[in-house]
């Protein structure tokens, strides 16, 4: 996924991060604002693929590229609601640890991450089109949205992940 090296239109902020120790499970708000001059269009759907590396895990709404093995069948550019310059999207996820995801977008089906502190972030992915082009005959379904998308990652938040000991119901919900 390509990311803009100048700062980007669209700016990701972690409003609101609490972590539950009673049953292992975050809360986390956020919000995507176009710093720009002109309409963009955030991807707006509720696949989350999750990436976590040592003492980090990101969070991620940008449309990740199909595991390998998945078949597409046919063209599903992702869903996008267009954002005015100065304008604000806000959004909310709760994830109870372990966490079940979509195999699509994600290597395992569950997240299980080593208790401990993480650094968080959020990834979103946006457009300056309201959608990718139709893929050519030649080419891989999802090249046109991988073309297409631009993506904005916010600063990190810190947050625990407490034994898993008192459960209070697997995944993660938009």
Not at 14 to 32: G, M, P, V
Not at 97 to 126: E, I, Q
Not at 128 to 139: G, S
Request: charged letters at 15%; glycine letters at 6%.
């Amino acid at each position: 996924m390509p990311s803009t090296l100048q700062p980007p239109a669209i700016q990701v902020h972690i409003t609101q991060a609490q972590a539950r120790a009673d049953c292992s499970a975050w809360q986390i708000a956020y919000e995507a604002c176009n710093t720009g001059a002109d309409i963009l269009w955030l991807v707006d759907e509720p696949a989350l693929t999750l990436r976590e590396t040592p003492g980090r895990i990101e969070l991620s709404y940008a449309r990740a590229p199909l595991q390998p093995g998945v078949q597409a069948f046919g063209y599903f550019p992702p869903h996008s609601v267009a954002l005015a310059p100065g304008d604000c999207r806000q959004r909310s996820v709760h994830i109870r640890w372990p966490a079940r995801l979509s195999t699509l977008w994600n290597p395992a089906r569950d997240a299980a991450p080593a208790p401990g502190s993480y650094a968080v972030t959020v990834r979103v992915g946006y457009g300056e089109t309201p959608a990718p082009d139709a893929p050519q005959a030649d080419e891989d379904v999802q090249d046109p949205v991988q073309r297409w998308q631009r993506t904005a990652l916010s600063a990190p938040v810190t947050l625990p992940i407490a034994p898993y000991a008192n459960l209070c119901g697997a995944g993660a919900t938009p």
